[in-house]
């Protein structure tokens, strides 16, 4: 509630500012960072795309999600697309709380994020957090993760730590997510037991036969980590950009269109920003939404600067 109403306050104030108000000149960069999960690099690529429409420069920062808020915080970042809530709660709470950082609005809904098996593993009996330690040997002990300093990674290494559900034998192997899915295919060819950390959207949902472990509501959240991903900025940075705030703060994604652009992207081995250019183009009802209330850096309606930049007109 306290994000929601420094949030909140933020919003009043940029809103009594004209979306097309003169913005500092340090404003026509936008610092992004990246974690490295897709769905976060092709919501990035995409807002990208607009605001080098628009006029902006934009650069992204590869980082842990430690890492991120922290340069959040100190002023090195603008933007992160990538909260998800409530697994990232603890790694952000305490920049809310020196108001450091605001949320600025969630951007997608439906989201899930939890421990995960082969369907091979599931039809065997390991269908819940309470079985993994049943079955460690066919697991070799190993739950994998994704890169080091990442919050599952984190809950992952508690529930070890702590011998939660008998996992004190455990041991979390980390990588980046495309070691971890490469090794999850490997076990799936080879009829092989893996429990991995997954999430929706992320086309692993339709290219794997995987079911999402039961009884993890404690570590991971109801409903299968059941999450929102927020948008998070620099504190101050709305009433320093309104228009690159607004925005932003018109931005929301949906499951469908997330699920698209990683399939492009990772299975199809289409480039991130041509995989975004494509699915704009075929979704160009979008930018309605996404473009209310924005202008170019030169103050131009954003709709008709965008839609011929993207040759849409």
């Not at 890492?67 to 992160?80: H, P, Q, S």
């Not at 819940?128 to 984190?154: C, M, R, T, V, W």
């Not at 997510?177 to 950390?197: P, S, Y």
Request: proline fraction near 4%.
């Amino acid at each position: 509630m306290k994000a929601l109403t420094a949030s909140c306050l933020a919003l009043c104030l940029s809103a009594s500012l004209p979306a097309n108000a003169a913005e500092a000149d340090s404003c026509a960069l936008v610092r992004f960072a990246d974690v490295g999960w897709t769905d976060i690099t092709m919501t990035t690529a995409t807002t990208r795309i607009l605001l080098d429409a628009l006029g902006y420069r934009t650069n992204v920062k590869r980082m842990s999600v430690p890492e991120t808020f922290a340069a959040l915080g100190n002023n090195k970042l603008d933007v992160f697309l990538g909260t998800w809530l409530p697994s990232m709660q603890a790694d952000l709470q305490p920049y809310l709380d020196q108001r450091s950082i605001e949320t600025l609005r969630v951007n997608l809904e439906g989201a899930k994020y939890s421990l995960a098996v082969p369907a091979e593993a599931y039809a065997g009996g390991l269908q819940s957090f309470n079985d993994i330690a049943k079955y460690a040997e066919q697991l070799d002990h190993k739950i994998y993760g994704i890169e080091p300093g990442n919050d599952g990674n984190q809950l992952i290494s508690k529930m070890i730590k702590d011998n939660a559900y008998g996992l004190g034998s455990f041991k979390l192997v980390e990588g980046s997510e495309a070691k971890m899915l490469a090794n999850v295919k490997r076990a799936e060819k080879l009829k092989q037991w893996v429990v991995f950390l997954g999430w929706e959207p992320h086309p692993m949902n339709t290219r794997l036969q995987m079911h999402y472990l039961d009884g993890g509501d404690a570590v991971f959240g109801p409903n299968y980590g059941g999450a929102t991903v927020a948008t998070n900025v620099r504190a101050g940075y709305l009433q320093q950009c309104p228009n690159a705030g607004q925005l932003l703060n018109n931005l929301v994604f949906s499951l469908d269109m997330e699920n698209q652009l990683m399939d492009a992207v990772l299975n199809q081995h289409v480039s991130r920003r041509q995989a975004a250019l494509t699915w704009l183009k075929s979704n160009p009802q979008a930018l309605d939404g996404w473009l209310q209330g924005v202008h170019s850096r030169t103050g131009e309606p954003a709709l008709a600067v965008v839609k011929a930049k993207l040759g849409l007109q």
